[in-house]
């Protein structure tokens, strides 16, 4: 499903999100130690949670 965006595959969507400011700088902070972006930070995280659940 193209969606006209040269920048993301098509097994990806863009999403827009509002975050508290000081919650993302700590993940900026955690994504800077593990050597990722903080969008890659955000998405590890929300997979570690959804894994967690089905456990």
Same mark, same amino acid.
């Given at each position: 499903? %193209?969606?006209? &965006?040269?920048? $993301?595959?098509? &097994?990806? $969507?863009?999403? $827009?999100?509002? !975050? &508290?400011?000081?919650? #993302?700088?700590? !993940? %900026? @902070? *955690? +994504? *800077? %130690?593990?050597?990722?972006? +903080? @969008? %890659?930070? =955000? *998405?590890? =995280? #929300?997979?570690?949670? !959804?894994?967690? #659940?089905? *456990?």
């Amino acid at each position: 499903m %193209k969606k006209n &965006d040269p920048f $993301t595959r098509e &097994d990806q $969507t863009r999403f $827009t999100m509002r !975050i &508290d400011t000081e919650l #993302l700088e700590q !993940i %900026k @902070a *955690e +994504a *800077e %130690k593990n050597k990722r972006s +903080a @969008a %890659k930070e =955000i *998405e590890y =995280i #929300l997979e570690q949670y !959804i894994k967690r #659940l089905s *456990e």
